[in-house]
């Protein structure tokens, strides 16, 4: 089968460039493709475990053979003439997709539901926003919260990663690391609760072991296998952990978030939704009660009772999705005295009744 392959979009964009001095963006290059009727290649997508971690020319050869996912650029533009992209048209089935940014390429300036994590294997790149411009240079990272309006502009040969991931998977799947004391926490845990759309910039020197983290997920999320999303997650949280570890500085101001013990009393709260009052919780981490509540608002912009609420619906969309329990014994399970109280707290935070909620998922 013949497609478009990423390749194939990069060398359009070089030779527009070079025959016109503008630029395209990666949607429009692959657009007038299509209309001009190019024709795809009749690729082999390789394994990147072949490729040579530290050949930066062998991995563009291995990244350029994949096609180009034609759900993955569709565009949604709004009222202000800002793009919108749905994590829906990039993780079909996924929680995670990465990617290697295209070069040569005209401002696009968009935004999504997603956390998008940049990093610069080689070269340079430019965050640009609406009204700030980021440079970001060899072994720097940049954090980039959802519905935060930017597009990414790479210099020209230089090897920019983008992971891009579900917002809902990071309370499910990186529980753990929302729970510590450490900027990373600090920035997510800001973004989840108190919905900031700061950028998180900090620096880790490349090393073979941080890139050979990024050649897997890679691996598990273009090369088909059984379980390669759950291993690909698997690798993200490895990615989290060696960035812990290696994490030069930052420049984010997310410190009092964390010092004030904000992420394992979230983490605890999490941990112990089915029966925790804001009683206890003072009394496991020695604040008084009310200090404690405001100290809650005053951090994430949620009082005690939205955060409980939040954690218990979440559990209660896990329960209608994976399990076949009645919606009574999943309220009960939730932290819920009556079936009433659950379903009006659901159907306020997510605007469906949990029965409708189960309905549209499929599950019987």
């Known amino acids: 089968m013949k497609v478009i392959t990423c390749g194939q979009v990069q060398e359009y964009l070089n030779d527009y460039y070079r025959n016109t001095r503008e630029k395209l963006s990666f949607y429009e290059a692959y657009i007038q493709m299509t209309a001009n009727g190019i024709c795809g290649k009749d690729e082999k997508v390789e394994s990147f475990l072949k490729w040579e971690i530290k050949n930066v020319l062998e991995f563009q050869e291995f990244y350029h053979k994949l096609p180009v996912e034609t759900k993955s650029i569709k565009k949604n533009v709004n009222a202000n003439g800002i793009s919108e992209v749905v994590e829906d048209y990039l993780f079909p089935g996924k929680d995670a997709v990465i990617l290697k940014y295209a070069y040569n390429t005209a401002i696009d300036l968009h935004l999504h539901n997603y956390f998008e994590i940049v990093y610069v294997v080689e070269g340079e790149c430019s965050q640009v926003f609406e009204q700030e411009e980021i440079k970001i240079k060899k072994g720097e990272f940049l954090f980039i919260p959802p519905y935060k309006v930017h597009d990414i502009l790479v210099d020209e040969n230089s090897l920019v990663f983008g992971l891009l991931i579900r917002k809902s998977t990071f309370e499910q799947f990186f529980f753990e690391i929302l729970q510590d004391n450490n900027p990373l926490s600090a920035f997510f845990n800001q973004v989840l609760y108190r919905q900031r759309k700061t950028c998180l910039h900090f620096s880790v020197e490349p090393s073979e072991k941080l890139l050979g983290v990024f050649q897997n997920i890679f691996e598990e999320c273009y090369i088909q296998k059984s379980y390669s999303n759950q291993n690909c997650l698997n690798y993200v949280r490895i990615l989290f952990v060696e960035i812990l570890r290696e994490i030069d500085s930052y420049n984010e101001n997310t410190v009092g978030f964390a010092e004030e ?67 009574s014994e999943i309220a009960k399970e939730c932290g819920y005295s009556s079936l009433d109280h659950f379903t009006r707290t659901f159907r306020k935070i997510k605007g469906i009744s949990p029965l409708s909620f189960r309905k549209e998922k499929n599950i019987t």
Not at 284 to 292: P, S
């Open 261 to 327: 013990n904000i992420p394992a009393i979230l983490g605890y709260i999490r941990k112990y939704q089915k029966s925790i009052t804001l009683e206890k919780l003072a009394e496991e981490f020695h604040y008084n009660k009310v200090y404690l509540g405001k100290l809650i608002k005053s951090k994430t912009g949620m009082n005690y009772n939205e955060i409980l609420n939040q954690f218990r619906i979440h559990k209660g969309e896990e329960l209608l999705i994976n399990t076949k329990l009645s919606i």
